[in-house]
RNA sequence: GGUCCCAUCGUCUAGUGGUUAGGACUCCGCCCUUUCACGGCGGCAACAGGGGUUCAAAUCCCCUUGGGAUCACCA
């Protein structure tokens, strides 16, 4: 049988970083199994949907490069893909259930629920509900429960968990794990409203939806078994499970957003490069064991196993994903580099032309994490110094400095070609013939052109810049050493 | 608190009974060099603790400790 899994988010924000990992082992789990990868939206809680939240998750995915083979808008007869459309379904199935005895109607009001909990609360207890007290298909009777429900009286269907069983199941990372049935509450399977809650709608669904692994993050581990009972209440062979390890904040929470940036929206804006953020994620709790750290999505695909995934948890290491983001920068097209920043240098006014651009990208690149930086790191490609740094300029330009260039300026005016070669031939030409070293003429002229004590290479960076622009700068600057 | 899960450098991890416990990020040093980077070389740094099993345990078992998740008419 071939392999069919599914990202099942709930439309209620962002793509969490998470969730992006959780959609990215589905994702190369299916790929490598030459499976498909099913999108599915769990949008029963009607109380918190969220307006065009899953347009916002289905675009994150396709950031990172993740699409669905079915889903919303890919059709694979498997459908609908969104719950809230397959709606009478679910009251079919949970009848299904009441019908075998896997599951009864109840009739507490919230109100008698939190009372219940608080006495349990009280008593030491651990709160779960109370089949053999509370106002349920037990406890009335037949005559009464039929009665309550010909009326329309407000009523949850909950799943009946044996007491004396002990549930067992294998996790394809975990291995096997089980838990006694008394330990299990009596899940609400159909809410008042009519919405099943999660774990009747995920089962119905991924049974129907022929879905062969679960693959999901390990906070739905402890309700497991709920849905195993589910199966084996309706008949159903299971799925395998592979619960995946937590991403952490740095104090090893679960990740949140109280610690930084989640949302994948977040780091798309920071100007993180997808193939290095999608490197990074997807080397959180599983990784194809070998030197390199560096992978194309197809080498992920192709090295990924789901039975090689780690069980602990993982911290999301903001600086490693930071110098992942450097390494795909360096070899990055420079078109896409462009495009990337085009926004952000129209706000900061400026007015280069693409090529102009591009060639500075490629010539800071090496030094910078983000494309952005060079708008800032370098500022003095794009107009002429505002200050020069002073520390700098203290130690690099002596009394006697200006004496010293002078004629080197003359002749580098004198230049007709203006590349790297014949001007670094007339430095070295230059200080042979004056007995001096590069470095009393390199650091006055990397001030003056520059301000600035880091950048790139100096003939490099001038030859960018062009001669009109560079004698500008050493005339301008010498004017006000002279001036001063 | 009940239940469940987890445990190798600060961090991400390799490792499935015999290794000088490997790599990557970070940090530090050296080399390269006109600066800063890149790159190259090197360094700091780990099997949570205690019992077993075994000729031999990071690897298997048990206990302790520590961490986490979960206990909703949310997913």
Known sequence: MSVRVRFAPSPTGYL??????????????????????????????????????????????????????????????????????????????????????????????????????????????????????????????????????????????????????????KDVIRGDVSVKGRDVDDQILLKSDGFPTYHLANVVDDHLMEITHVIRGEEWLPSTPKHILLYKAFGWEAPKFAHLPLLLNNNKTKLSKRHGDVAVEDFRQKGYIKEAFVNFVSLLGWNPSGENEIHSIDDLI???????????????????????????????????????????????????????????????????????????????????????????????WKEDTLQKIEPLIQNFKALDTWNVDTMHKIAEDYINSNNMKFGQIMHPIRLMITGKPVGAGMFETMEILGKDECIDRFNDFIQKKKNA
């Open 16 to 169: 969490h970083v998470g969730g992006l990992r959780t959609a990215l082992y589905n994702y190369l789990f299916a790929k490598n199994q030459g499976g498909t990868f099913i999108l599915r939206i769990e949008d029963t809680d009607r109380t918190r949907l969220v307006e065009g939240a899953q347009e916002a998750l289905i675009q994150s995915l396709k950031w990172a490069g993740i699409e669905h083979d079915e889903g919303p808008g890919k059709d694979g007869g498997k459908g609908p893909y969104i719950q809230s459309e397959r709606f009478d379904l679910y009251r079919k199935y949970s009848e299904e259930l009441i019908a075998n005895d896997s599951a009864y109607y109840a009739f507490d009001t919230s109100e008698e629920i939190d009372a219940m909990r608080e006495r349990q609360k009280k008593s030491g207890i651990a709160p779960k509900y109370d089949r053999s007290s509370m106002k349920n298909q037990y406890t009335l009777g037949d005559v009464e429960t039929k009665k309550l429900l010909d009326s329309n009286a407000p009523h949850v269907v909950r799943l009946k968990v044996p007491f004396n069983e002990e549930i067992h199941f």
């Open 302 to 396: 192709n090295g990924f196993n789901l039975e090689k995934v780690n069980k602990g948890g993982a911290i999301f290491d903001r600086p490693k994903l930071e110098w992942m983001n450097s390494m795909y920068l360096r070899q990055s097209p420079l078109e896409d580099l462009y495009k990337q920043i085009e926004n952000k240098l129209s706000d900061s006014n400026i007015t280069k032309d693409k090529e102009y651009i591009k060639s500075v990208i490629n010539l800071l690149k090496e030094r910078i994490t983000f494309a952005h930086e060079i708008i800032e790191f370098g500022d003095y490609m794009f107009d002429k110094p505002k200050s020069f740094d002073e520390k700098y300029e203290k130690k690099q």
